[in-house]
């Protein structure tokens, strides 16, 4: 069986992290999105690079183009990543950014910015911390919305363009937390997409909330903008009922994955009609050659690097 590979480095030990949680109904704006230049046209998937800014700068995503035409190389930028961590005092889960996720979105205007205004959307990432909270066991509708606003409303606040949802991490039940339940994602995604209708909300398609779509007559799937593989180096359809277009069977980890497999990924997204391809651990090394392995395929240009 394949494992995600995604290394999760902290600054240090949860209990040594100073809180920077979103309060309740928070909705000062740091400065809106500004509006994109327009980007040079490229036909082709619809390419996602998530960054861990525990290591590395999110400006990286936009130092890549197409040698033929021009055009970003990325079209989504994933900030990775915030937690939903569980406050023993209110017995919630609480919106938590650790100090590097939290400088990234206090920078918005250096770090965020530059890739809105070359055409780039930035999401969120969101995922468990180890304490029994999870986007799968809110104990109410009313919890679930609440989470659901403190989310749209770091949207609103820092100019952002989604949230992306990757459930794992965490560990169901600590903190004499529930299990997942059937109604939790449910009402966590018709929430956000209703506090945010415009907005990208995509699933990283693992974790107890991916086979949790839907309840009481309601289905989620179609509120989702995207779903992707989460196995690095492998093929695998999300098992979500998304078109095509929205979604990515190929998954790559830049530098970690081979360059072989990583083309061979990108071509048999084209030939088979998928509109996403996904990679992770973009970093500030000039990875264009890795990048050119499946850019090739994508869209028959190599890429260029430009520090």
Sequence with gaps: MFTPVRSRVRTAALALMAVTALAFGATTTTGAAAAPAA????????SVAYVEVNNN?????????????????FDIAVIFAANINYDTGTKAGTLYFNENVQRVLDNAAT???????????????????HQGAGFANFPSQQAASTFAKQLSDTVTKYGLDGIDFDDEYAD?????????????FVYLVSALRANMPDKIISLYNIGPAASRLSYGGVDVTSKFDYAWNPYYGTWQVPGIALPKSKLSPAAVQIGGTSQ?????????TVSEGYGVYLTYNLDGANRSADVSAFTRGLYGSDAVYTP
Excluded at 59 to 71: M, S
Excluded at 173 to 182: E, L, R
Aim: charged share 10%.
């Design 172 to 184: 169901y039940g600590n903190n004499s937390t529930g299990q997942p339940n059937a109604s939790s």
């Design 260 to 268: 072989s497999t990583a083309a061979a990924l990108a071509t048999r």
């Design 111 to 129: 770090q965020i910015r530059p890739l809105q205004q070359k055409g780039i959307k930035v999401v969120l990432s969101v995922l468990g911390n």
């Design 39 to 46: 980007a040079a046209a490229k036909q082709g998937p619809t």
């Design 57 to 73: 700068s999110m400006l990286n995503v936009g130092k890549y183009t197409l040698a033929n035409g021009g055009g970003n190389v």
